[in-house]
């Protein structure tokens, strides 16, 4: 139920589902996901595995940090779902699943929700009205969201040490994540009720399901979900908040102990072609975290390359992380030369050697993922959510990827300067920390 980040790569746009069969739809013959949209809306995929022990629910709402009105709210909601509603609890929760050896979780991606149960088979019709009891209709009395309200202050207390030495990253490159104790707390139970009657509406999910079950009467309890706040009179237009890099120099000054300062050289880019897209995404991958460390000397330096897309942008930085030496105005000049120059290492990437290792763990994902219903389900969600999330399909594009693809993509978007330097100096005193 917490919410989850990723240094490396971060990435959680929702895709638009093309359903292509009408209810009831007859079992793929091919061990496929079988897709329906269901007479209230509601979309489902799911896939009959013959023999798995359990079964696993999931439903994706397109609705997260970056689209919210409220900093924060999304994340309490996707908490209190777990409070349980229509008349369920959490031990009822917790009884369907880990009491019975499943598992129940939440996840508040940038631009969606997800919810997952994983039970035995037998339990799949009780778990579902559970499931579903708690989603549409969730316990949101004040007891609740405090109750709630007070788990999600602690994870933002204990995501601060995570977070703090990448200050940068956060602050300009994820700015979902700004939400704060202030944000949380002024969340009201009312405010919650608006959201969950705006965005959590049948047209706005996406069930996904899998496991050895009889789809018949599962789809026909599907079909009977509404909200149990009310229909929503306006549709919402779910659009993910806009961002840009800022457009200048930016120094700022707070709390960093032990480290001393951070540096980040951030680019954007619009409309950048798969294929380049692919590239700089590889670049990300291969150099997620440099670590450059002298134990002799108590010496510490951390590289990270931090690449993301969201929609139609992408955002490539550099990020420098210096620990042992103070700094000094008089050689910030040569700390960003020197971060310049870090392009130049990208042209030494053995590209056909990295190319195979990717497939290699893509294929090995793929073909782990169907060997258990949870696995399943996980990646089917996962290529719903993530845009970046690379499959068989995405690989037949960059195993075509030439040395002189990567070449080119260095020497045309990362010849420019960039779109913005950012300093951040440790306060010796009275820095704010966020």
Known sequence: MKSKFKILRISFILILLTIIASFPLEAASNGSFNKVTLKNGLKVIYKIMPGQPRVSLNVVFPIGMSGEREKGIAHLAEHLVFRGGSGYTFDDIAEITMRNGGQFSGYTHLSATTYSYVIPKENVMT?????????????????????????????????YSERYQFYPIFRYF?????????????????????????????????????????????????ETVSNGYGVNSNKVKITPQDFDLPEKDVVESRNLYPY?????????????????????????????????????????????????????????GIYYLGRNHPFETASFERYKASMLKYFREFKKVDLKREIQNLAQLVELEEIQSQETAEGAAQYEVSR???????????????????????????????????????????????????
């Open 260 to 316: 001393q300062y951070q540096i980040m050289l951030g680019y954007q880019f619009s409309q950048v072609p798969e294929k380049d897209r692919l590239i700089m995404e590889m670049l990300g991958m291969i150099y997620g975290y440099d670590s450059k460390i002298n134990y002799e000397q108590n010496e510490f330096d951390v590289y990270n390359v931090f690449y993301r897309r969201v929609e139609e942008k992408v955002f490539f």
């Open 127 to 159: 778990a579902l009205r559970i499931f579903n009891g708690s989603i549409w209709k969730t316990d949101i009395s004040e007891n609740s969201v405090a109750l709630e309200r007070k788990i999600v202050l602690h994870e933002l207390d204990m995501g």
């Open 384 to 434: 719903l959510i993530d845009p970046d999330f690379i499959t068989a399909d995405t690989l037949a594009i960059i195993k075509k990827l030439t040395v002189k693809d990567l070449e080119r993509v260095i020497d045309q978007y990362f010849n420019q300067p960039p779109r913005t330097w950012i300093l951040v100096k440790n306060a010796k005193s009275g820095g704010k920390q966020e």
């Open 174 to 222: 994820l700015p979902e994540f700004s939400y704060n104790t202030e944000t949380i707390a002024a969340i009201s139970s009312k405010e919650l009720e608006e959201f969950l009657r705006a965005y959590y509406q049948p047209e706005n999910a996406t069930y996904v399901l899998t496991g050895d079950f009889d789809p018949k009467p599962i789809l026909a309890e599907l």
